[in-house]
């Protein structure tokens, strides 16, 4: 007899359930900041107000992904029945490390990309302390790697969201349900 699709055995536990899709929404938030940021004029409050909350949902994905990760290393991974090839089991795996890496070394390389640039994240009136000293070259280096980074990213987190659909729509098994509500 088959595992019902949603048995708490089959799926992944509802904390880390509720912190992928919380992270999810962070990430649409730090991506809707840093692309509606053009539409204000360069040193207006308004640019200024989307670049703060651009660093404040930045720092809260790194944050946020460091329980999740204690939590999905100390938790089994729910099987996918039907099992799916070994090939796409390592590629799952990969996705899982990029995704992960995104979401840790975009958020640190951005706080030392301010530091480097001579400010520090501010979360209300609290600023953050800076890391490095300011340092133009290094700031232009690590630009270009948060940038870089986080254009991938768009990449990685489509593709991520297409592998479920395949799963779901077309090798019909639970890989999506693993991840979803009870409800």
Do not use: C
Not at 26 to 37: D, F, M, P, S
Not at 47 to 64: D, E, N, P, T, W
């Amino acid at each position: 007899m088959a595992a019902p699709m949603f048995s708490t055995r089959a799926r992944y536990r509802p904390i880390l359930i509720g912190l992928h899709w919380l992270t999810l929404l962070l990430l649409v938030g730090v991506y809707a900041t840093i692309e509606l940021r053009g539409l204000f004029p360069r040193g207006s409050d308004a640019r200024q107000l989307i670049k703060s909350a651009h660093f404040f949902l930045g720092i809260s994905v790194f944050a946020l992904t460091l329980p999740r990760l204690l939590v999905r290393l100390s938790s089994p991974t729910p099987p996918i029945t039907p099992p799916p090839p070994a090939w796409q089991k390592r590629a799952a795996g990969a996705m899982a490390l990029s995704l992960y890496g995104l979401m840790l070394a975009t958020p640190v390389l951005g706080y030392l990309l301010l530091n480097a640039e001579g400010t520090s994240p501010a979360l209300g009136s609290w600023t953050l302390p800076s890391l490095i000293a300011a340092q133009e070259t290094l700031g232009d280096s690590l630009k270009e790697w948060h940038e870089t980074i986080a254009v991938a990213g768009y990449g990685l987190i489509g593709l991520h969201a297409l592998a479920a659909l395949y799963h779901h729509y077309v090798r019909h098994d639970d890989t999506l349900m693993r991840m979803a509500s009870r409800r």
